[in-house]
């Protein structure tokens, strides 16, 4: 990492007595010439530095780039250490609606991007106009690339052979699913042996993967702001439902009885890998990918026969529907540039994103001929992960991954036209396309939290949803714990930490009609998929 540049006293001292951070000047045609690095900090949770992608990018781009990847656990922190002691990368990955973007940007810690939108029209363009206008703060000035990452629904992903062996039709409420999981533990129609895991979520360290597709069953979307069951004018946090009892008791269940993997919260690794391998009956993942989990599970065992579908939808004891949880206008953790950056580097930055959306579009989507794709009757058709893993694991597709993180909305498009998913097969493409129209038209939850940018959201929220995380971890790990007993003080926790004033803040903020508008308008995927 580096310190803020000394070599530029007047934009330091201009942020010092602004409180605002000043564009650097235009990068001269001879800076321009001059090598430069550019630091990146970013999210990687299987990152291999020796591997091919970098170099290709630099090729490709003829930028040199110094990456530096934190796994998703340890990053936040690790990335407001840095920033706190002035040790500053070029470019870092953040949230634009966090309170960590609010406060770089009002300590003036992050430069605006305005003048490279310009010069790089390709990257401006990647992005409907609305985003870029949403993401302008109060000066006026854009500070952030986004990441938009599409209408990603979260559903359970499940094995329909082992399904069908069992002679059972595809689960449509919680106690069939149940009863689904319960004979894969019984019965092992894999015939896996051990370890046999009947569901595993997606990331064993998260709850949310974990409990999404089960509470909402309940009437408790996990984190989400909601309309309250006793004025659906008013929003209200999700978590502080009484139903969350219910739900949180028949986790308890699920994990006791030995139907949910027991390293939960405990392991690290994503259990998804454990899917791949073949030795789990059901996890939490993007409907998208089946091609890719499929080929997986078909490498481990060739000779199963193997074949998932996706439930996007259970019905809960009372009634009531659960679905996959969408934000309108949701943003995922895209990129700023700090002050470290100087004009010549930021240019360079934009230059390998401008690289990256058109000459090295196909390298980034499905990588190098021959190593990572085929052409079969001039169609790229991509080889599995497991595959390339064996033969040149140098081009493992996870580390490219993690080096295209400014991906833009046309990336995530699941539709024949889109190079990424060109050799899904027409059956598959029909499949997928109808379980994403549908969960997101007729399935979907609605988070009503889609404005966050007051300060008592962003000082407050974090503590909440954190005390829900520990609360909801402490109910399905421990059989003796009395939820009925603990649910007062969990609700007096909340309070302590301004449950009261972020929910004030939060109403004042969202308006239920105009996100149900905005829902309505965005989440059909009608023009996605055709």
């Known amino acids: 990492m580096k310190r803020a540049k000394l070599c530029l006293p007047l934009i330091i001292v201009c942020l010092v007595l602004l409180s605002a951070c000043a564009a650097p000047q235009a990068a001269t045609t001879e800076e321009m010439a001059e090598d430069v690095t550019v630091v990146y900090l970013g999210i990687g949770d299987s990152w291999v530095p020796d591997n091919e992608w970098v170099g290709l990018i630099e090729e490709g781009s003829g930028v040199d ?40 940007l009002n300590d003036g810690l992050l430069i605006p991007i305005d003048e490279y939108l310009d010069k790089y029209p390709t990257v401006r363009d990647a992005f409907p106009a609305e985003v870029w206008e949403n993401n302008r703060q109060a000066d006026g000035m854009i500070y952030h690339i986004p990441r938009i990452t599409g209408n990603l629904p979260r559903c359970l992903h499940y094995r329909t052979d082992w399904l069908e062996k069992l002679g059972m039709e595809e689960p449509a409420t919680l106690a069939e699913f149940r009863t689904f999981l319960e004979r894969v533990r019984d019965e092992d129609p894999g015939n896996i042996g051990d370890p046999l895991i009947p569901f595993v979520p997606n990331r064993l360290d998260s709850i949310t993967w974990s409990m999404e597709p089960f509470l909402s069953a309940f009437g408790v979307d996990h984190l989400a702001w909601v309309p309250s069951p006793d004025d659906p004018s008013q929003l209200v946090f999700a978590n502080t439902l009484p139903a969350l009892k219910d739900g949180l008791q028949w986790m308890r ?30 996890t939490t993942d993007w409907p998208r990918f089946k091609h890719f989990r499929l080929e997986a599970i078909r490498n481990a065992h060739p000779d199963a026969n193997a074949d998932t579908g996706y439930i996007c939808s259970l019905t809960g004891p009372t009634g009531i529907a659960s679905g996959p949880m969408v934000v309108p206008n949701a943003q995922s953790t895209g990129t700023a540039l700090t002050i470290a950056a100087t004009a010549a580097e930021a240019d360079a930055f934009f230059r390998v994103v401008n690289w990256q959306y058109t000459e090295g579009w196909d390298l980034m989507t499905v990588g190098v001929e021959g190593i990572t794709y085929d052409v079969v ?88 949803q954190s005390l829900a995380n520990e609360f909801a971890a402490r109910v399905v790990l421990n059989p003796d714990l009395d939820i009925e007993a603990e649910w007062e003080s969990y609700l007096a926790a909340l309070e302590a930490n301004n449950l009261a004033g972020v929910t004030e803040a939060v109403n004042a903020l969202n308006d239920i009609e105009t996100i149900n508008a905005m829902a309505a308008a965005i989440m059909s995927p009608d023009d996605e998929l055709e």
């Open 377 to 464: 009757d001039g169609v790229p058709v991509t080889r599995g992960r497991d595959a390339i893993l064996n033969d040149n694991p140098q081009y493992d597709l996870y580390s490219r991954d993690y080096l295209f993180k400014n991906e833009p909305p046309a990336y995530f498009d699941y539709r024949r036209d889109n190079v990424k998913w060109i050799d899904v097969p027409d059956d598959m493409m029909s499949y997928v396309q109808g379980v994403l129209k549908d969960a997101l038209e007729e399935k979907r939850h609605i988070n009503y939290l889609v404005d966050r940018d007051d300060a008592t959201i962003l000082n407050d929220l974090g503590a909440l």
């Open 65 to 104: 780039m110094d990456y530096q990847f934190v796994p998703n656990p340890e990053y936040e922190e690790k990335r407001n250490v840095l920033m706190a002691a002035g040790d500053y990368p070029d470019v870092i990955r953040i949230n634009p609606t966090s309170r960590q973007f609010k406060q770089y």
């Open 253 to 282: 269940e699920l994990f006791a009885d030995g139907l949910m993997d027991q390293t939960f919260m405990v392991a690290t690794d994503r259990g998804l890998f454990k899917f791949y391998a073949g030795n789990t009956a059901v």
